[in-house]
């Protein structure tokens, strides 16, 4: 290499002579010290490294022929004590990796960037004209002004979904785009005592082949320099994984180079600024079926999929517990699929299960669980008392009995550690994650502190739902002005997005309360959410609340509540899951409860959704008697709201029958009143009914061939139900719409209107969506 030294520094003379330049001057126009580049003309010291080749060029002025002569020389002739050519110090790959097609594209992305900064840097190289640091004689350490700057990526996630694997996969794919070499460091992020700073960039620094003489020369103070200027010099690739936080990454990250760093954490590292963020998750259902296929072997897998549908299910999809399943089947050849499936249905042994050889997907979790403070460990274990999917920060405030701005700050403490995902303003647990955290406040919290910690989130949370649900019913509206809530139910919409989002959490909280026998707090829920109802009429549980709510109220042996919960559930029963001989059946009981009571009202409401069910079921002559029942009870008891559904269920009457002159004229006829009705009817039912109107006059008007009033109304219809977020009602507006232009020959706006309700997804009614994805079939052929 002495040679190779000479030649370069050969080379170099010759090139400034010719320049017509002194040492001093090319000192001067290079930003390179006088010392530095006499050493590097005689030969007393190693060739330099790119950029100061790139700076001394640019003081030569050479063309692009001698630039890159001085710059093959400047390679061949550096010593093998500073060179990190053939680094390749990466552990073992794994080589089942399936999947993350986006993420390996996204750093394949980046290490092109990389390498376009890195031409631009060798380009227009811009140095500081500083004397070299001591220990760095004719080097130019890197400033803020260096042209270029390394591409940093964060790969974050969860503990068990793969970073580590991704990462190496994803180098062994780019190692040819690196030819400096590919360095990992394991930070051990999750050790008691993590290595600092220093002792990792010295560990780089040897590893990148940096003489011991010059580390000793340098100095503890001079490493983080020499650091950055060695990785500015090199297009390398360096991985740092398993990062324990920001403050141990951020001195590791170098300020300039064409090289690339991949970070992996469990955190997010929220406070890393200028780099690329990979988040991972678990796999999807058909990568996670792949994965533990290879793993397990196509004939066992193929002999029961079912079985493997369920172990990937019961895995969560996350990598690691997916290679612990695979694992164990594979060193257990006498095990099928199914056995293994059966053995992790148990979720109080899922955990255990879990357990290959020392691997244990539980032991992953715990690195994470002891690093997080002391509130955020509590606070994680008592969200395994939450039954829904997900939650709001208000009420996993409940849990800890922690102020709202508190509790945020502590799931974001979770999120940012891994332990948590959140999607909006809702926090939600991985599957395994859930467990492990229920294993926890099992093993360091008593049952008693567990149940008043569950108890004073369902209180809550019943509460709540009965001030947002009364937004939309008579009489009430708006919360109480001294109502003090953790959530804003301000407006009737803020209302429904709240009921909605923790609608499994509250449902929940009432099954529990109708357990424990709280029948009276079961019966006002239910009350109050009956004309909300109307607002999410496919949600799939209001027959259950009702029919709660109705034995709740036969406990309490009120026949007057018994007969409303009654009439409720039969509007379930008839509307929500189309029964309409089961609601026949409960109306009739409603009507008897009723008439115990001697109440009127719910009396005509037992007539009215008798006369509905049997509108459904064709009996038209016992529909009209029922509706003529109700409307005379109606106007006996006064109740406008029971009239106004009972002229409208005239009409719909006359409608099935293709009555199409003497439906429109009933129909306008109660909109008509409804408009005369003004602030008489509560604002939510008179929008329902509405919009419920305008669908019955479109198709009246279809019927009878008036074609453009039949798409004004179905118009008015569609655009009320979205406005009030009843989605329910925009699908079944909708497929009356794309019918009356499919009849009427427009089949281009028919396949909008179908394709838009097909769009509105699980909110919608369900035989809506079937009807149009028929009819869309139809239009195309």
């Not at 919290?445 to 509460?463: K, T, V």
Request: aromatic content about 6%.
């Amino acid at each position: 290499m002495a040679g190779d030294s000479a030649a370069f520094g050969a080379l170099l003379r010759e090139s400034r002579l010719r320049a017509s330049l002194t040492l001093e001057g090319l000192a001067e126009a290079s930003g390179v010290s006088v010392r530095g580049i006499g050493d590097l003309e005689r030969g007393r010291r190693a060739a330099p490294q790119r950029r100061t080749v790139a700076a001394l060029a640019d003081g030569l002025a050479l063309g692009e022929r001698d630039r890159e002569r001085l710059l093959a020389a400047a390679r061949s002739g550096r010593s093998p004590g500073y060179s990190p050519l053939g680094v390749r110090a990466f552990p073992r790959g794994i080589d089942d990796f399936v999947g993350r097609e986006q993420e390996l594209a996204r750093l394949a992305e980046l290490a092109d960037l990389s390498a376009d900064r890195h031409l631009s840097a060798d380009r227009h190289v811009s140095v500081d004209r500083v004397e070299p640091a001591a220990g760095a004689a004719g080097e130019v350490e890197p400033g803020a002004g260096a042209a270029g700057s390394p591409v940093v990526a964060a790969v974050s996630g969860p503990p068990g979904t793969g970073k580590t694997t991704l990462v190496l996969h994803a180098a062994r794919e780019l190692a040819a785009r690196f030819p400096d070499g590919q360095l990992m460091v394991d930070l051990r992020g999750m050790d008691d005592a993590p290595p600092g700073p220093a002792e990792l960039m010295l560990g780089v620094l040897k590893a990148l082949g940096v003489a011991d003489r010059d580390l000793a020369t340098a100095g503890p103070q001079g490493h983080p320099g020499l650091y950055r200027q060695v990785l500015a010099d090199r297009r390398c690739l360096l991985v740092l994984d398993n990062a324990r936080d920001e403050a141990q990454i951020r001195p590791l990250l170098p300020g300039a180079g064409g090289g690339m760093v991949v970070v992996t954490s469990r955190r997010m590292l929220t406070g890393l600024e200028n780099v690329h963020r990979l988040p991972l998750g678990e796999l999807t259902a058909r990568q996670a079926g792949v994965f533990l296929t290879g793993l397990v072997g196509a004939e066992r897998a193929g002999a029961d999929p079912a079985a493997l549908a369920e172990v990937v299910q019961r895995c969560g999809h996350l990598p690691l517990a997916l290679r612990v399943a695979g694992n164990w089947l594979a060193t257990r050849t006498g095990w099928s699929v199914r056995r293994l499936a059966d053995r992790l249905a148990l979720e109080e042994r899922r955990l255990d299960a879990l357990t290959a050889g020392d691997v244990r997907v539980s032991a992953a979790f715990d690195l994470s669980y002891r690093q997080l403070t002391p509130t955020a460990a509590r606070q994680f274990r008592r969200l395994a008392l939450v039954e829904g999917p997900d939650v709001g920060a208000a009420c996993a405030a409940r849990l800890t009995g922690q102020p709202l701005f508190d509790a945020e700050d502590t799931l974001e403490e979770l999120v940012e550690t891994g332990l948590l995902g959140v999607e909006g303003d809702r926090y939600r647990f991985h599957d395994l994650l859930r467990l492990f955290a229920r294993a926890r406040l099992e093993a360091e919290e008593s049952a008693e502190d567990a149940a008043r910690a569950r108890a004073a989130m369902n209180r809550w949370l019943l509460e709540t739902a009965v001030v947002a649900g009364r937004w939309y019913e008579p009489d009430h509206g708006a919360p109480a002005p001294d109502w003090q809530g953790a959530v804003d139910l301000s407006t009737a919409e803020r209302a429904r997005q709240w009921l909605q989002a923790e609608g499994v959490n509250w449902l929940a909280a009432l099954r529990r309360a109708a357990a424990g026998g709280e029948h009276a707090i079961v019966v006002e829920v239910a009350e109050a959410l009956h004309w909300f109802s109307d607002q999410w009429m496919f949600w799939g549980h209001w027959p259950e609340v009702f029919d709660t709510a109705a034995r709740s109220a036969q406990a309490l042996r009120d026949p007057l509540i018994e007969a409303t919960q009654l009439n409720y559930h039969a509007w379930a029963l008839l509307v929500c899951e189309g029964r309409p001989h089961d609601s026949v059946a409960r109306s009739a009981q409603a009507l008897a409860a009723a008439q115990r009571a001697d109440d009127l009202p719910q009396q005509a409401w037992a007539h009215c959704y008798a006369a509905w069910a049997h509108r459904q079921l064709r009996d038209f002559v016992s529909a009209a008697d029922h509706n003529h029942r109700a409307t005379r009870l109606f106007e006996a008891a006064g109740d406008l709201h029971g009239m106004l559904q009972a002229m409208h269920s005239d009409g719909l009457s006359l409608l099935e029958q293709s009555q199409g002159e003497a439906a429109l004229e009933s129909l306008l006829h109660t909109l008509a009143f409804l408009d005369q009705a003004g602030d008489r009817i509560e604002p939510h039912i008179a929008h329902v009914t509405r919009l419920s109107l305008h669908i019955g006059v479109g198709r009246s008007c279809a019927l009878t061939r008036r074609w453009d009033d039949a798409v004004d109304h179905l118009r008015t219809a569609v655009g009320l139900s979205r406005h009030s977020g009843n989605t329910g009602m925009e699908s079944r507006a909708l497929i009356h719409l794309g019918s009356a232009f499919l009849t009427a020959g427009r089949k281009a706006e028919a396949r909008e209107a179908f394709a838009r309700c097909l769009s509105l997804g699980a909110a919608a009614d369900p035989q809506c969506l079937t009807e149009a994805r028929e009819r869309l079939a139809h239009c195309d052929d």
